[in-house]
């Protein structure tokens, strides 16, 4: 799961990361914002850049494991 967790006690209710969202992660309920479908996240950070309060937690390890470019084993 990318998108972790929404700090509510930061969190003002802005819905910039409702609106911004293109995988639909977040969800309204009345006028709060909360994760709907967090394992949708892309990892874009873009709620994360939206957000005024600094309220989203996103875990920045890659969905899928990089190669070691070090190890010695062959294709």
């Known amino acids: 799961m990318a998108i972790e967790r929404i700090d509510y006690e930061k969190c003002i209710n802005c819905h910039r990361c409702y609106d911004?969202?293109?995988?639909?992660?977040?969800?309204?309920?009345?006028?709060?914002?909360?994760?709907?479908?967090?394992?949708?996240?892309?990892?874009?950070?873009?709620?994360?850049?939206?957000?005024?309060?600094?309220?989203?937690?996103?875990?920045?390890?890659?969905v899928v494991p990089l190669p070691d470019p070090f190890s010695n084993h062959e294709p």
């Open 20 to 62: 911004i969202c293109p995988m639909d992660v977040f969800g309204l309920l009345g006028e709060i914002v909360f994760l709907s479908y967090p394992a949708d996240c892309a990892r874009c950070f873009l709620c994360k850049r939206v957000c005024p309060a600094n309220a989203i937690t996103i875990n920045a390890l890659p």
